[in-house]
């Protein structure tokens, strides 16, 4: 009965966050025009100042979804909650342009608590991607004897959010095995509006836009070897599957003049779009409980997942199709370290935890045939002890991170983000029984 009110109060603080999280877009950036987006990093307040590096952190007080396996680590007496929030200024330069935007975003949502020995599990929700941006451009151009200017106005907005639970498992004690399984749902809005000085010239409105909704599925294993009373090696491996989405997308191809829309063509391209295979392996070592470092290298197969695109025959006719070969495959590679004086010290500095992380992430997207933009982000973050009378696990988190966007091509955007996150790391301890003499 206690492990079912657990897991129904798991249930009722995920939903209350549900509408912040699905409703706050942390995007200004352009390159979130191309595919689903830019893709959220999965991380968790205890790796936010780690660069995201996971795959083999295994702490029975900290929630790591990015590797179910380590929910089998969840301390038996105590109910896990996180939720965090980041505030994001982003500068971007083209040329001799600047300009800055700021966005706020809830980051996560999620509980960890354990079942029976050796299992625990997680609820959560988290961003799997974002799309928001407005920028324009302007170029000249011929019609008939005359020059013309046409205005191009790109918008976009949505994403897509993941709701989950998982489940990890430790069968011998050095092997944990986990997965999570979530529900994936979002919309996808692009619009592209072309407009003339000329008052002769209709205007041109193309928009695209899908609601997608789906199952998603990841597997994770930890090995944990120890080298002796001190030093501990844990050996971290995940799996995203990959599959199609059955879902439709819609391609708006609408002249629009001073009286509004007067025509155009409304295509619709089925089974549109599908998720790729992802691969994660990872390695952490560990002193003395007061030391951990990890490195993760990420593989995501995006060159053969199928994306709708526009294509347009001899006599200049319209279709939306599935593509492939529109993404290429993402590689990234995170380092990440913990230190903290005293896990278990009576004094509150003893247990600050402090974090540095490195990452680096090609890109996943192709822009008119050449490749998206590389991503540079270093971090830092400290974990600040809640200590009073009955608790003196739980955590508020703060970590702020430096991240380059930097483009292969000239005369693309270059952006770069400053952002500062704050989590609050709760661990009751609701399963412990009190005697009294």
Request: charged residues 15%; hydrophobic residues 35%; glycine residues 10%.
């Amino acid at each position: 009965m206690t492990t079912f009110r657990n897991i129904l109060t798991a249930a009722m603080l995920a939903t209350a966050a549900l509408t912040a999280t699905a409703q706050t877009n942390g995007s200004n950036s352009p390159y979130s025009r191309y595919g689903f987006g830019l893709l959220g990093d999965g991380g968790n307040a205890f790796n936010k100042g780690m660069a995201g590096t996971a795959y083999g952190m295994r702490n029975g007080t900290q929630i790591n979804s990015k590797n179910p396996a380590s929910y089998s680590a969840t301390d038996s007496l105590s109910f896990l909650f996180d939720v965090g929030m980041t505030l994001q200024n982003g500068n971007f330069k083209q040329g001799s342009a600047k300009t800055n935007a700021h966005n706020t975003s809830v980051d996560y949502v999620n509980a960890a608590f354990r079942l029976a020995p050796r299992l625990g599990m997680s609820v959560g929700l988290m961003p799997f991607s974002t799309v928001g941006y407005q920028t324009s451009s302007e170029e000249t151009i011929k019609n008939g004897f005359e020059e013309v200017v046409q205005t191009n106005k790109f918008s976009g907005d949505g994403g897509l959010h993941e709701a989950y639970v998982g489940l990890g498992w430790a069968p011998i004690k050095p092997l944990s095995l986990g997965f999570n399984v979530g529900y994936l749902w979002g919309e996808l809005s692009h619009t592209v509006l072309m407009s003339f000085d000329d008052a002769n010239i209709h205007s041109t409105r193309q928009a695209y836009d899908a609601d997608v909704r789906t199952f998603k599925a990841n597997f994770g294993l930890q090995y944990e070897q120890k080298l002796n009373a001190k030093h501990t090696l844990t050996l971290g491996v995940v799996y995203g599957l990959g599959h199609d989405v059955n879902r439709n997308a819609h391609y708006y191809n609408q002249k629009v003049g001073t009286a509004g829309v007067t025509g155009g063509d409304t295509l619709t391209c089925a089974n549109a779009f599908a998720l790729p295979h992802t691969f994660g392996v990872g390695l952490t070592w560990s002193f003395n409980n007061q030391l951990r470092v990890g490195v993760d290298y990420t593989l995501q197969k995006w060159a053969d997942v199928k994306y709708p695109t526009v294509v347009t025959d001899a006599y200049g006719t319209p279709s939306y199709v599935t593509g492939k070969g529109l993404f290429k495959d993402m590689h990234q590679v995170s380092l990440g370290a913990e230190y903290v004086k005293n896990p278990e010290g009576l004094r509150w500095r003893q247990r600050v935890r402090y974090n540095v992380g490195f990452a680096y992430t090609s890109p996943y997207t192709r822009i008119g045939g050449v490749d998206g933009p590389e991503r540079y982000m270093a971090s830092i973050g400290a974990s600040l002890p809640i200590i009073n009378f009955h608790n003196s696990r739980s955590f508020v988190n703060f970590s702020a991170q430096y991240e380059h966007v930097k483009p292969k091509m000239p005369g693309m955007i270059t952006e770069n983000y400053l952002r500062f996150s704050i989590g609050l790391s709760f661990n009751e301890r609701w399963f412990m029984k009190w005697k009294a003499e």
